[in-house]
């Protein structure tokens, strides 16, 4: 059987890289409707994203959803700081944290589901929110900004599960605890 030049994606790689670059896209036109807002945590972000890809490459599949976490938690702890809030803020710097944790430590269907979950329900207050909001004003670009992100991080988290049900290759994507990993 012929190897494949070590130069070609399998075929897992292959759909995180058109992940990626539609991500990309994706946030370029963002940024470019909120203007500054965007690039906070697209920065810290896409910082995680590389740092958690060279720390732990055996979690390719987690890594975007919980880089993303960390991009929201770096943009609303800033916030946080800035408007002297975190008093208001901690339960959305706590909750992802601990979840963005629990994923990246233990990767499973229940801590993406945790994670889903807890966007969704961010996702529809925010919606809500912001249908009460005037259209492109600081605020209001800040709450797209957001939702974009939940909206991103719900998406990598179906993807993480897609992907260790069909087969992907993330080493521990099963339930199962891996043998090396103390209980």
Do not use: C
């Amino acid at each position: 059987m012929a190897e494949e030049p070590s130069g070609y994606l399998d075929e897992s790689s292959s759909r995180l890289s058109v992940v990626g670059i539609g991500s990309t896209v994706l946030g370029y036109g963002l940024v470019r409707l909120t203007g500054l807002a965007g690039l906070i945590p697209l920065g810290v972000g896409v910082g995680s994203y590389f740092l958690l890809r060279s720390f732990w490459p055996q979690r390719k599949l987690v890594v975007p959803a919980v880089a993303a976490t960390f991009g929201q938690i770096g943009w609303i702890l800033l916030g946080a700081v800035i408007m002297n809030a975190l008093a208001q803020l901690w339960l959305d710097l706590l909750v992802p944290g601990l979840i963005a944790a629990w994923l990246l430590w233990r990767p499973s269907t229940p801590a993406a589901i945790a994670m889903i979950l807890f966007q969704l329900v961010g996702t529809a207050l925010n919606v809500m929110t912001l249908d009460r909001m005037q259209l492109m004003t600081p605020d209001f670009k800040a709450l797209v900004v957001h939702i974009a992100l939940r909206v991103f991080i719900i998406g990598a988290a179906i993807y993480f599960i897609f992907e260790t049900k069909t087969g992907g290759d993330d080493e521990w994507a099963s339930e199962e605890v891996p043998a090396n990993v103390p209980e």
